[in-house]
């Protein structure tokens, strides 16, 4: 699609406020979307109600990594509809096997445990980790603990909340749930002097998405690697938005040549057409569990895994991890030299995902947010001040560049 013939538009119509109303007036306001309603989308472009088109440069906080409609995935999605899309785990189906074996191949691990949504892969993995504390490390039952790392993003569960360090995600949903010690992200002293030997894990995101797309400093991930072997702990990568291609490479850790022991996946693996996740670990880690002891009606059903499938022979290829690699450093190259003009103090990430950093007399992360909807560019603020960048990998250079240049026209009139 050609970014010249993109009809954007500054005025909400009568269509989009009529949805606008109805949704605000039926469904729980946990959330506060820009106003924009999107009836279709292909690619790195999505089209309103009203027929304006939107260049997409947020990709579902890394889900539609192979942008929207992928033909691919479409078609598989198409004709697993056709057999079947649900047995539930009370039997086997076709599929499940094969991607459960591709999905550990691509993972250089053994065995898969498939849930549906990211957080429920989460929950998955601190549920593994303690019983693998029980069972294997001989932790005393109950006393098991995760080490976490401030300004985390793991899921909005009663458990993930607990250990968050947010408030807006945290506050009012009390009591919490015990068995977590919160360290500064990127600090290996403080994780070092947080680990004991009732200690059965460390839960990183390899880089924190949420908190505005925050890399490591360097060594970092290698030196938890380490620590982590030398203390028995499992180190746990949470890669739902930070792999699967987003970084350059299909994992984040891969960057600094780390392999942990459990992958905690979600988003991309479905294509941005279902939802699926899944925990990827060694047969010594997930071999703790017996049947009954965890499971999902749809986790690993016949659709999600025939789109599993798929995505994971994209990535096999490497060409989408290449694109997010050559286009990521055009992306940097070119926020770099924003840096100190119209109102731009930092930039960080990797890839194509990059936090920018707004000073606040320039306006907050959600006005430069809606200026650049008016503009025909759709991106997401977080934590008042920064807005995330993380377009699809399909994006062309030519799209990639008239969207960096509606930001610079944004920046220049604030």
């Not at 691919?72 to 056709?82: G, M, W």
């Not at 670990?281 to 049947?291: D, I, Q």
């Not at 995902?353 to 320039?362: F, K, S």
Request: charged share 20%; aromatic share 6%.
């Amino acid at each position: 699609m050609s970014t010249t013939s993109s009809p954007v538009g500054q005025v909400t119509g009568q269509g989009t406020a009529q949805a606008i109303a109805s949704a605000e007036a039926h469904s729980a306001h946990n959330y506060h979307p820009l106003p924009v309603v999107v009836s279709s989308a292909e690619g790195a472009w999505m089209t309103d109600v009203e027929g304006r088109r939107y260049l997409d440069m947020l990709a579902g906080y890394s889900a539609l990594n192979f942008g929207h409609r992928n033909q691919r995935l479409i078609d598989a999605a198409k004709a697993q509809l056709e057999r079947v899309t649900l047995t539930s785990r009370a039997f086997h189906h076709d599929r499940f096997a094969r991607f459960c074996e591709q999905l550990a191949e691509l993972c250089g691990m053994e065995m898969v445990l498939p849930m549906n949504t990211g957080a429920e892969a989460i929950e998955t993995a601190v549920k593994t980790a303690r019983k693998w504390g029980y069972e294997v490390k001989g932790v005393p039952d109950g006393e098991a603990r995760i080490v976490v790392a401030s300004g985390n993003f793991h899921g909005r569960t009663t458990t993930v909340v607990s250990f968050s360090t947010d408030p807006e995600a945290r506050a009012g949903f009390g009591p919490y749930t015990p068995g977590f010690d919160v360290v500064p992200y990127g600090d290996v002293a403080a994780l070092e002097a947080a680990v004991t030997d009732r200690t059965v894990a460390v839960l990183l995101e390899p880089i924190q998405g949420e908190a505005g797309v925050l890399v490591p400093p360097p060594g970092y991930l290698a030196a938890v690697r380490e620590l982590t072997r030398a203390r028995n702990v499992l180190f746990v990568a949470d890669e739902i938005q930070s792999g699967l291609g987003r970084t350059g490479r299909t994992f984040a850790c891969e960057h600094e040549g780390v392999v942990p022991d459990m992958y905690v996946l979600g988003k991309a693996l479905g294509g941005g057409v279902v939802p699926v996740s899944a925990v990827v670990s060694s047969a010594e880690v997930l071999g703790v569990y017996r049947p009954g002891e965890h499971g999902s009606t749809f986790g690993g059903n016949p659709l999600a895994c025939a789109v599993g499938l798929e995505v994971i022979a994209m990535l096999r290829t490497g060409e989408f991890q290449e694109r997010a690699a050559r286009l990521g450093d055009h992306l940097h190259e070119q926020l770099g030299r924003l840096v100190g003009h119209g109102g731009v103090t930092q930039v960080r990430g990797r890839g194509l995902w990059a936090g920018v950093d707004i000073a606040p007399e320039h306006g907050t992360g959600r006005q430069i947010s809606e200026r650049l909807m008016d503009r025909g560019v759709l991106v997401k603020d977080t934590h008042g001040s920064t807005i995330r960048l993380a377009p699809p990998l399909v994006i062309s250079q030519e799209d990639l560049d008239w969207g960096l240049a509606q930001l610079r026209g944004v920046l220049a009139e604030s």
